[in-house]
């Protein structure tokens, strides 16, 4: 069938605005509200075996894994090594046994991801695919998939199936701790019931649209923009920087927040606008302090926060958006969306084709 944009000028905003159903109708697969419990499709092995996991993707895919990282690594005390598919693939890294392989891929003929997958069966490892399209390859050469569904996805610049692909990962480290016992039965209840609610929160969130376009224009005209977190918002910093590369043709880089003085500092002035990803979590006070150094510089920051955090630290930036308050463990899925938005909305004040950047593709099948 034909996809049009509805109300909306490009796919990449309808896109935007899909993401609440598009969450809840992943999670729903897998979720059991009544129980509060995550029951996986049949990956053929036995969860609690699992004692290594790596997480492959390209691009936005691979931003999703490195979330997944701190998730899992949290959660069921599992180790997890994190790569894109292009090094991965060459590096040709020893896999013991006992160890599954996850490759998230929204179209699942990334022809790098697909050399990773083949080479980590190669080495005997279960292979799983975390992709949006049921009948790609990646999904056919996969022992087991577990599926995003976030229906299909126009704009190039990937947005509703990387929290489609953060939904199921999350569930997956639940399901995963559960599993193995790595936390207790109440807190796995908790942290899906957290996950539940993650839909509704995301539709509170996107009501900031007109606040964050105004904030947008006034960026618009920046020539490089710094984003910083710590923990989980370390990877939608990169994710943040990423979307806006793409889309606005501004040059953009994510950095984790305690990094900052070994580099990027040196770049920070007035010209310099640095949007910062922090929920008051346990790393808040941490991040509050890198902040203070960039406000120091003359820097201008944009803070994405919650409530309690705005109240630490609203004085110190330019702009503030409150986020809803919730457990630390669901943060990406809800920051994720204000980041798409400001993004969106500088490349559209600066006219760009926001639906099909310069250069890039939306699958990229050759090497
Ligand atoms: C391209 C797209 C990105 C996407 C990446 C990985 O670069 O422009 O939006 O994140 O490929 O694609 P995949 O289909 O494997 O998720």
Redesign the pocket.
Known sequence: AMIGKGEHRHFMAKEIFEQPQVMGDTLNAMFNPAERTITLPDLGMDLKDISRVTLI?????SLAASVAKYWIEHVARVPVEVDVASEFRYRCPPLPEGGVALF???????AD?LAALRYAKSQGQRVIGVVNVPESTIAREADAVLPTLAGPEIG???TK?FVSQLMVLACFSLALAEARGAVAPDRVAALSAALAEVPSRAVEVLNHDKRIRDIAADLAEARDVLYLGRGTSYPLALEGALKLKEISYIHAEGYAAGEMKHGPIALIDETVPVIVIAPSDGLFEKTASNVQEVVARGGRVVLFSDAAGIARMGDTALYAIEMPAVDPFVTPLLYALPIQLLAYHIAVHKGTDVDQPRN?????TVE
């Open positions: 993707g390209c691009g936005t895919a998230i891929s929204q179209s699942g003929e990334t991801t190039v610049a990937a199936t890039l593709a939306k699958s990229v």
